[in-house]
């Protein structure tokens, strides 16, 4: 829960002249970057950097169900993690790779998106005329409004939060214009592809610096750990994946199925991934968190919500088991959004802060097996699971429950992964 700073040596094999390459992935509840340089050995993380935004807005227009992030905040985060960089590794930079979280959409004014300011270290910009972040996460898209637009021409379906979804509401909501702006879909290019240059240093970083076309922050994940296709990924940051490579030469069905909980991501080289991509993970232990936090607040006891992660992760740590059941989806999932959260078998002997939260990590683990069972993995031939994500890489409650409700080896990554990923793909598909 706490922000994290890492930094590593540069590795001898990374001699001036090699190519250096700054991943970033502007997450939902943080920053993160990543310098990531190739070498004979392999790429090797040089540096990285993580920064919570904290950029939840409040916006009473769109009602409780909305949820928007102050953009200014997402960037001061990103500002804050190269100013943490040596400057002499910066200057090597020479493509940078962004990844970022998916599904949702921030309007800006053309041509008045950004302003550039001259600093200390060179140029750094701000957000100019730009909406709120309008998240994966926003709800304000009923079932019922959902079921009113148009079918998709695609074999994935449409839910509250997609950016598509989301337009649509503000065209029956705030627009005064009639049908869908398609002029506002960005064009799609290739993974590795470039955007454009940095028409500014930035940071250190030289003018000219290539940019790659913005990357899903899920397939850059996977990308960064996935070597075999024997592998399984399981990322738990603010929301909760678990995939499977399919079979070469895979194509999905040509119409959505909203009933299933497994969708079929395109991924790289023409390839799909079949993820069960739940909306419930660090997000609930989040939401617990601040719930006991508040209740402390009401008790007249003021605590850092820091504290209170540290203490219950310790207290579970303590409790191996429990009857104690807990369904996560606060959040709903998208093939079921109306199922809420539940608690059952409840005992009065199993009610201590380490019960419930050990039953909370095993039910956000248990809900990823409904999706997707361990024995669909042992039919797609899966030998070994790669744990990524920053709430799975700080919390050994979940990592026990993820070894117990799916018995396979288990290597775990870092909470930068995305960042990695999209470093990687601009070091490798070019």
């Not at 996460?137 to 959902?146: H, K, M, P, V, W």
């Not at 930035?202 to 790659?212: D, Q």
């Not at 909760?240 to 999905?252: D, E, R, S």
């Not at 669909?376 to 409650?397: D, F, Q, T, W, Y």
Request: hydrophobic letters at 40%; aromatic letters at 6%; glycine letters at 10%.
């Amino acid at each position: 829960m706490m922000a994290d700073n890492q930094a590593i040596g540069l590795s001898p094999c990374a001699t001036p002249g090699t190519v250096c390459v700054l991943g970033i992935d502007l997450g939902t509840t943080s920053v993160k970057a990543a310098l990531v340089v190739e070498t004979e050995q392999g790429h090797i993380v040089t540096q990285s950097c993580s920064r919570e935004t904290q950029a939840q807005a409040d916006s009473p227009a769109v009602g409780a169900q909305g949820m928007e992030q102050d953009v200014q905040r997402i960037i001061k985060a990103l500002n804050e993690c190269l100013a943490a960089f040596p400057q002499e590794q910066l200057q090597r930079v020479s493509r940078i790779g962004i990844s970022g979280q998916m599904h949702g959409v921030m309007f800006w004014k053309t041509n008045q998106g950004c302003k550039w300011t001259e600093s200390g270290t060179g140029h750094t910009f701000q957000p100019g005329e730009v909406s709120h972040l309008i998240t994966w996460q926003d709800g304000r898209c009923s079932s019922s409004f959902l079921s009113s637009l148009p079918q998709p021409q695609s074999h994935l379906s449409v839910a509250t939060g997609f950016g598509c979804a989301t337009i649509y509401w503000y065209l029956k909501n705030s627009l005064r214009e009639s049908g869908f702006p398609l002029d506002l879909l960005p064009e799609v290019g290739d993974p590795g592809g470039i955007a454009g240059r940095m028409p500014h240093d930035w940071h250190g970083i030289p003018k000219g610096a290539e940019v790659g076309i913005a990357l899903g922050d899920f397939q850059c994940s996977v990308y960064s750990c996935m070597t075999e296709r024997t592998d399984a990924v399981l990322n738990i940051s603010t929301s909760a994946q678990l995939t499977v490579p399919m079979p070469l030469g895979f194509q999905p069905p040509e119409t959505p199925d909203s009933l299933s909980a497994v969708a079929y991501f395109p991924y790289f080289d023409g390839n799909y991934l079949a993820v069960a991509a739940s909306l419930n993970g660090g997000n609930v232990l989040a939401t617990f968190v601040d719930m006991l936090a508040c209740w402390m607040a009401e008790l007249g006891y003021d605590v850092l919500e820091s504290r209170v992660y540290t203490q219950m992760i310790n207290a579970a740590l303590a409790q191996n088991a429990t009857r104690l059941s807990v369904c996560p989806t606060v959040f709903g999932e998208r093939h079921m959004p109306e199922q809420l959260a539940s608690v059952t078998s409840i005992a009065a002997s199993e009610l201590s802060l380490g019960h419930v939260t050990r039953a909370l990590c095993h039910g956000i683990i248990q809900n990823l097996h409904s999706m997707l069972p361990f024995q669909h993995l042992k039919e797609a031939g899966v030998k070994r699971i790669l744990g990524s994500g920053s709430a799975l890489s700080r919390n050994e409650v979940l990592k026990q429950e993820l070894e117990k409700v799916f018995p396979l080896p288990v290597i775990y990554g870092k909470d930068v992964d995305a960042a990695v990923g999209a470093a990687m793909v601009m070091l490798h598909r070019r």
